[in-house]
Each structure stands twice: as C-alpha cells, then as structure tokens.
C-alpha cells in the first residue's frame, strides 16, 4: 500500500511533537518533514531531546516546495498564523488538517471579535470542514481542507451532540464548567503557565471571552437552531494533560437516567473513542492520559429536571494532535484507528 509523506508546521510545539510521537505508529503516513517559522535547519532532537533517536531537521516554510513533496500538510501553529499559510497551501492543491483556530468560525467578522487578529477570507473559512469525527465524518470524507475543532470544544460537543442532536436541551440553559492541564496554554512562557503560579493552585481565565464560545455555540446551532447561548467558563489545574468538561442543562421534556444513558450507549456505540461509562460512573481525566478516546459520564437529578455530564479527554491527542490524525484517516479512506488506536497511559 503507498506510503504518504506527510508535513508537520509547528513541530516544535506540543501540538507539534505529539503528532510527531502518534505518526510514528501509523501504518499509512510517513513524516517526510517539518517546519519552523524560527528555527530552520535546527535538530528537531535539539530543541525535544527525548526524540534524539528520530533524525529531524526543522525546515523553513516555503509552500511551493512542499506542494512538490507532500500529500498532506498538519499545522500546528498559533492562532494568526494559519490563516495566512493555509491559503496559500490549499491554492498549492496539498490537503490540509488545520489544528489553529484560524477556520473553525464561518464569518471574518466573528472571528475577528473573538481572537482579536485578523481573519483570513471568508472564501477559505467557508471551504474548511469542521472536524468533529463522530458527527461529520462525511464531510471531512469529501473534504481536502478540516478545520480540527478545539480542545475544550471536543470534550463538550461529545458531552452535549446526544442530547442537543434531538432538541433536548432547553434554550439558554447550558452551563459548561471546563478544566485544562497547563499543556493546553503552550510551550510558551507566561506567568499564567509559571510553576509558582500554577502549582497547588487552579485559576479561572477568559471569563465570559473565551474563543471556543462561538465555536461550540455554532456547531450546537447546526443540530438546534433554538439552543441559544452557552455559559462557558475555563479553568487550569496544576496538571500536565487532561481537560475534564463538567456540563450542566435543564431538559426540555421528561426523562430519566435510564433513558438518558441508553441514549449516550446507542448515539456512540459506533465510535470508537467514544466510551459511554456505566450508569453512575463517571470517568477522570488520567483515564484517557495519551489517548485519542473521549470518556463519557451522565446524571440526572430528576428533582431539578437537570442533567449533568461529564466528558473527559486528553487536550493534546483527542483535544489536538489525535483527532487531526483522526481526521486525516478519514479524508485518505483509512479506518478511524490507524495509528492512534493507543490504550491510555496509567497511573
């Protein structure tokens, strides 16, 4: 079978190098190159040590050459980047898996609101496909340019789809209470990030100006147009990986836990980073540590008429790195698994 040659820019970002770390399992993608912005012609081993045995040399970004090498391009850089370089290499005709935020809004203006950076044109935003796997695969199918959701949006669209997906939920009723590891803030410095800071502390951010707002309140609007807006508040806890997205909604009709877990058990029993847990069980965010699976838990307090979910992942596989393989196997007719079929890393 052919072996495709595969560029990574951004590779010495986290996102970056656990791609690096994931394609090199994979059976159909071989990573042909890398890229830097800053560092051409460095040792990839140089700036990650723990890769000296994978022979790297970061290169400068130049689209007419890679168009010539590759058939696949992930970018994993910063918000603002993107949404200059995808452009030029989707107009180059090389496939793009997009891990910024650059493309995940539809609207210049929307974006420009939330990010505060210019936006790229609203012809390419219209043109990406927004890759949430388990609820567009036939899109990204199709598709030579996705748009790879955000980490936190991940965790709580898996969370919500069921429900949201059937008109469930009543409108303007959805509190999401989300906590990140630290690696979700970047290899960057910053005094956010900073050990004395971070360590035996947790610290709300963005409050009420989180970017991933509109984006999860744009895909739920694809599956109810009355959902309204979400309450979405972000946290960091003094942890390496993990997101764990506690939601909270007021149902629009009667139900019970019964009902409602069957619901989540026959929505996912097809994806298979999807594991619904028991009924009464709730999972923790080391039990999905360095995988691409999203575990799912559900209650509901029928005195409240309220529900409550909890949905965990790893914010740099299936919140990142993960779910742009994912989404790579899809759009080049490869099982969902290739690659990333890892059992989580525990304790």
């Known amino acids: 079978m052919k072996e495709y040659k595969v560029g990574i820019v951004g590779a010495t970002g986290y996102g970056g190098v ?14 042909y190159a890398v890229y830097s912005s800053s560092q051409d012609g ?22 007419k050459n890679m168009a010539e090498e590759l058939d696949l391009v992930f970018t994993a850089t910063p918000s603002g980047v993107s949404s200059k370089l ?28 939330w990010y505060k950076k210019p936006a790229a044109a609203e012809a390419f935003l219209q043109q990406s496909v927004y890759g949430l796997s388990e609820w567009f695969a036939d899109e990204v199918e199709s598709s030579t340019f996705v748009a790879n959701p955000g980490c936190y949006p991940t ?54 100006q989180h970017q991933h707002i509109p984006e999860i309140e744009s895909i739920l609007e694809k599956w ?28 629009s009709e009667e139900s019970s836990v019964q009902e409602l877990h069957q619901l989540y058990v026959d929505t996912y029993q097809n994806s298979p980073f999807v594991r619904v847990r028991k009924a009464g069980e709730f999972p923790s965010t080391k039990e999905v540590s360095a995988s691409n699976y999203c ?27 993960g779910q742009a393989i994912q989404n790579a196997n899809i759009m080049m007719g490869f099982e969902q698994q290739a690659g990333i079929g890892l059992l989580p ?3």
């Open 295 to 321: 575990d799912i838990g559900v209650a509901f307090d029928e005195r409240t008429k309220r529900i409550t979910i909890v949905s965990v992942i790893d914010n740099l596989v299936k919140g990142a790195a």
């Open 345 to 347: 890393v525990f304790p």
């Open 155 to 208: 965790a709580t669209l898996l969370g919500l789809a069921p429900l949201v997906s059937k008109q469930m939920v009543k409108s303007n009723s959805i509190i999401i209470d989300a906590k990140s590891g630290i690696s979700g803030a970047g290899r960057g410095l910053s005094q956010m990030a900073h050990y004395a800071e971070i360590n035996e502390n947790m610290k709300i951010y963005k409050v009420n």
């Open 224 to 251: 109810d147009e009355e959902i309204g807006h979400v309450t979405f508040s972000t946290h960091l806890v003094p942890m390496t990986r993990g997101i764990m997205s506690t939601i909270y909604a007021e149902l």
């Open 18 to 31: 656990e791609l690096i770390r994931l394609l090199a399992n994979h059976p159909h993608f071989h990573v």
């Open 42 to 63: 460095t040792e990839l081993a140089e700036v990650y040590p723990h890769l000296s045995n994978a022979v790297y040399t970061l290169q400068d970004i130049n689209p």
């Open 86 to 113: 995808v452009p030029q290499l989707i107009e180059e005709g090389i496939k793009v898996v997009d891990l910024s935020g650059d493309f995940r809004l539809k609207t210049e203006a929307l974006y420009e609101k």
